[in-house]
């Protein structure tokens, strides 16, 4: 899959990265940070990137993931994918279209997470029969960044 970030993202590797803004906007900190921690070693595996405003230095920054998973037991098709977008996050506003030439969604939603209120910005791709490509952009509640739908219209799966 390929992304573009915006002038002021850089890449992260937040498994390695201690700074307390890092840790702070994916959730590395708490009683669920090292299940968190687990989750992302996983998806480093899988090829997953992480990338985050570099000119926010302290609280959560924007903050992003992107890469391709299988679907697992709820499945990869699209419907299930936005049933599980619903379950999620169940203000979701979901919005179909296309991405690289496949059907997929673009879900904004609010959220309450154990780290605080975020607002987000995810957009799924069913690329196989049990595997879809992803890219998930976060931020405190509220303050999701104009840049938010750039990237998400960059992002196309392989």
Known sequence: MTIRLPPGWKRVDPLQDGSPVVRASFGLDG??????????R????????????????????PHLSAGCDKGGVIGAALDQLKRKQRALAPNSRI?????????????????????GPVSGLTVRVPVAADRFCF?????????????AEGIATSFKPA
Do not use: C, H
């Not at 009683?31 to 992302?40: A, K, S, Y």
């Not at 480093?44 to 926010?56: E, L, M, N, P």
């Not at 179909?96 to 879900?107: E, Q, R, S, Y």
């Open 31 to 40: 009683d669920t940070g090292p299940l968190i921690r687990n989750l992302m």
């Open 95 to 115: 919005t179909d279209l296309t991405v690289g030439g496949k059907p997929g969604f673009k879900a904004a939603y609010d959220s309450a997470k154990r780290s």
């Open 42 to 61: 996983r998806q480093a595996r899988q090829g997953t990137v992480f990338a985050i405003d570099a000119s926010v230095t302290n609280g959560m920054a």
């Open 135 to 147: 890219v998930d952009i976060e931020a405190a509640q509220g303050a999701l960044p104009s840049q």
